[in-house]
C-alpha cells in the first residue's frame, strides 16, 4: 500500500521531545511528497511557536499512522485514543514501550525520541533543514535537561554540535526553553515551593500541583514542563516526586531519582518510563498516594 496520507500522533500533554519529533518528521515527510498531519493536545507555551508557527495544518483520513515517543495507548489523548488499535509505526525511546504498535522502532538507549527521528530522517533521504534541525534539538535538549540530566550521552553532544553546523541557533533555543519563563511559571513555581514535603530524612521530596494552582496563576499544561525534575535537585533527595492533579480527579505522577530504578516504582501503579525518569496515574488522595510511594521507594532503597 502507498502511504500517502500519514498521521502523526503524541501522548497527553506533550513535551518539547513529542512536539518536536512529531514536527520534524511532519516536515521531511512532506519534502518526500507525502500529505502529514501532526497532532497534540491542548494549548501549548509560548516559548513554542518557535516551532508550531510555521507548521500548517490539514485535514484528511489517513491510511498510515505514526506514534512518537508513547510508551503505550493509554497515553494517547482523548481526542486520538480511538486510534490506538491503528497505529502501524510506534517511534519511541522508552524501553517500558509495550509494543502496542504494528511494527516498532524502540531504542530505549537514546536519550530522546528526536534523535531516532533525526536517523529516520537521514535514513530515507530527507534534508535537515534548520527548521528541522531546530525541532530535533528541542526533543534532544528538553529531555536531556539541556545536557545536565544523566540520560546525556557522548553522542546527544555530537548531534548537538552536528545540528549547529546545519545551522539551528541553538542559543536563541536555550533561551526560550530553560532560561526565560512565563511569569504565571514563577507563581505556580512559587506555591509549589511552599507546599514541598520532605520525608525519610530528606531522602524523598514531594511537590503538588493541584487544578486549583493552576487557576490561580493561569498556567497551561506545557508551562509547568520540567518542574517535576525541582524536587530532586535539593540538596539530599534521593527520589523527587510530582503529583499533578488531573481535570478528572486522578494524579499524575512524576518520579526522578538519583540512583533508584524510578521506572520500577513507578510500574507498580501501572506507568513506566526511564530509570530515572519515569510517571504513571492514580487515583486517590494525595496523602495516600505519598504514604504509598514512600513505602515502594524505602523498598527500593533497601534492595
Not at 500548517?56 to 506514534?67: A, C, M, R
Amino acid at each position: 500500500m502507498e502511504m500517502d496520507r500519514i498521521l502523526i500522533l503524541t501522548h497527553n500533554l506533550p513535551d518539547g521531545d513529542a512536539i518536536g519529533s512529531a514536527l520534524a518528521l511532519t516536515t521531511a515527510l512532506r519534502q518526500k511528497g507525502k500529505t502529514v498531519r501532526a497532532t497534540w493536545s491542548g494549548e501549548l507555551s509560548s516559548c513554542y511557536k518557535v516551532l508550531t508557527d510555521a507548521y500548517v495544518d490539514e485535514e484528511f483520513e489517513p491510511d498510515y499512522i505514526v506514534s512518537v515517543d508513547i510508551a503505550g495507548v493509554h497515553l494517547l489523548p482523548k481526542e486520538t485514543k480511538h486510534l490506538g488499535d491503528r497505529i502501524d509505526l510506534a517511534i519511541d525511546h522508552h524501553g517500558t514501550n509495550s509494543g502496542f504498535a504494528k511494527e516498532s522502532l524502540v531504542i530505549a538507549q537514546s536519550a530522546s525520541c528526536a534523535e531516532i527521528i533525526m536517523d529516520v530522517i537521514e535514513a530515507f533521504g530527507g534534508t535537515v533543514t534548520p527548521y528541522i534541525g531546530s525541532c530535533i534539538y528541542v526533543g534532544l535538549s528538553t529531555d536531556t535537561g539541556c545536557f545536565r540530566f544523566n540520560n546525556t550521552t557522548p553522542e546527544c553532544h555530537i548531534r548537538a554540535a552536528k545540528l549547529s553546523l546545519l545551522g539551528v541557533d541553538i542559543a536563541n533555543l536555550n533561551q526560550l526553553f530553560f532560561e526565560q519563563k512565563a511569569r504565571a511559571r514563577i507563581e505556580i513555581e512559587r506555591l509549589v515551593l511552599d507546599g514541598m514535603e520532605f520525608a525519610d530524612d530528606g531522602r524523598i521530596c514531594f511537590i503538588t500541583i493541584t487544578r486549583e494552582m493552576m487557576e490561580k496563576t493561569g498556567c497551561l499544561e506545557s508551562d509547568i514542563e520540567g518542574l517535576a525534575s525541582l524536587p530532586k535537585s535539593v540538596e539530599g533527595v534521593e527520589a523527587g516526586i510530582t503529583l499533578r492533579e488531573r481535570p478528572n480527579g486522578n494524579w499524575k505522577i512524576s518520579v526522578r531519582t538519583k540512583f533508584l530504578n524510578a521506572a520500577k516504582i513507578c510500574s507498580y501503579f501501572g506507568g513506566g518510563g526511564h530509570t530515572f525518569a519515569a510517571g504513571c496515574e492514580c487515583s486517590g488522595t494525595p496523602f495516600d498516594i505519598k504514604v504509598a510511594m514512600c513505602k515502594l521507594i524505602k523498598q527500593e532503597m533497601s534492595n
